[in-house]
Nanobody
Framework: QVTLVESGGGLVQAGGSLRLSCAASGLTFSSYVMAWFRQAPGKERDLVAVIKWKGESTWYADSVKGRFVISRDNAKNTVYLQMNSLKPEDTAEYYC?????????????????WGQGTQVTVSS
């Protein structure tokens, strides 16, 4: 059984930082592309950041580029999202997700496994 468990969310003031973690089990972690999504109330779920199998390449949404950093530790089966210079508009439920392959360079699309989410709230 595959499980993804996020942690590290919380309440932070604008300009502050948080580090999210996602611990994976039940899968060969290094064989999966890992991603972070977020969903604010009343809005669609958006792709935030993606990291390839060995961390050789990353992708970021324009809204977080230069502020967020995705990384992974394949020895610990864990993916991270370091979030700096947080803004109130970053407030959302953050989810990690995993998929095996990227087709035609599309880092979005269907992901195979999802975590339960962790709430990030940024106060102004």
């Amino acid at each position: 059984q595959v499980t993804l468990v996020e942690s590290g969310g919380g309440l932070v003031q604008a300009g502050g930082s948080l580090r999210l973690s996602c611990a994976a089990s039940g899968l060969t972690f290094s064989s999966y592309v890992m991603a972070w999504f977020r969903q604010a109330p009343g809005k669609e779920r958006d792709l935030v950041a993606v990291i390839k199998w060995k961390g050789e390449s990353t992708w970021y949404a324009d809204s977080v580029k230069g502020r967020f950093v995705i990384s992974r530790d394949n020895a610990k089966n864990t993916v991270y999202l370091q979030m700096n210079s947080l803004k109130p508009e970053d407030t959302a439920e953050y989810y990690c997700a995993a998929k095996r392959y990227i087709y035609n360079g599309d880092v979005g699309g269907k992901y195979d496994y999802w975590g339960q989410g962790t709430q990030v709230t940024v106060s102004s």
